[in-house]
């Protein structure tokens, strides 16, 4: 299942998302109340002023934050003695695409839009080639 999105808080673009069948399960729970939270599929979002894209910003990071919220306490009831948060998920990503997804297609992933962007994002997690270079040296 595909869902089009449009970012209010970005680069204005019309999106199209692969949704999982594990997703799509919990995007049905909130589908069915989507009618009384303003066309938004998540309540949070219902008090966002469509129309006011900085409104639509203030309210999707205060959904944030409390997601991220949600989140330190699934770790501590998990036992995971690290922090989690959205930001950490994507970095987790990052670190995770490393050099096997094309550059091109990370700048899609990550909605950038100019491809140098993405490039110095993903510097960050690209150790391949240093990694070869000291094998070669130090000889493991």
């Keep these: 299942m595909f869902i089009k999105?449009?970012?209010?808080?970005?680069?204005?673009?019309?999106l199209s998302l692969k949704i999982s069948d594990k997703m799509n399960d919990i995007l049905?729970?909130?589908?069915?109340?989507?009618?009384?939270?303003?066309?938004?599929?998540?309540?949070?979002?219902?008090k966002a002023n469509k129309s006011n894209p900085k409104d639509v910003?203030?309210?999707?990071?205060?959904?944030t934050k409390s997601l991220n919220l949600y989140l330190c306490q699934i770790a501590k009831k998990a036992e995971i003695d690290k922090k989690l948060s959205m930001h950490i998920a994507r970095h987790s990503f990052g670190n995770i695409?490393?050099?096997?997804?094309?550059?091109?297609?990370?700048q899609k992933l990550y909605r950038h839009s100019s491809i140098?962007?993405?490039?110095?994002?993903?510097?960050?997690?690209?150790?391949?080639?240093?990694?070869?270079?000291?094998d070669k040296v130090i000889g493991f």
């Excluded at 049905?28 to 219902?46: C, D, E, M």
């Excluded at 910003?57 to 959904?63: G, I, P, Q, S, Y």
């Excluded at 695409?97 to 990370?106: E, H, N, R, V």
């Excluded at 993405?118 to 070869?132: S, V």
């Design 5 to 14: 999105l449009i970012e209010h808080n970005k680069n204005q673009k019309t």
């Design 28 to 46: 049905s729970a909130y589908k069915k109340k989507k009618k009384h939270n303003k066309g938004y599929i998540f309540p949070k979002l219902t």
């Design 57 to 63: 910003l203030r309210v999707t990071k205060n959904a």
């Design 97 to 106: 695409a490393g050099d096997t997804i094309p550059i091109q297609m990370l």
């Design 116 to 134: 140098t962007t993405t490039i110095n994002y993903q510097q960050n997690f690209m150790h391949k080639e240093t990694d070869d270079a000291l």
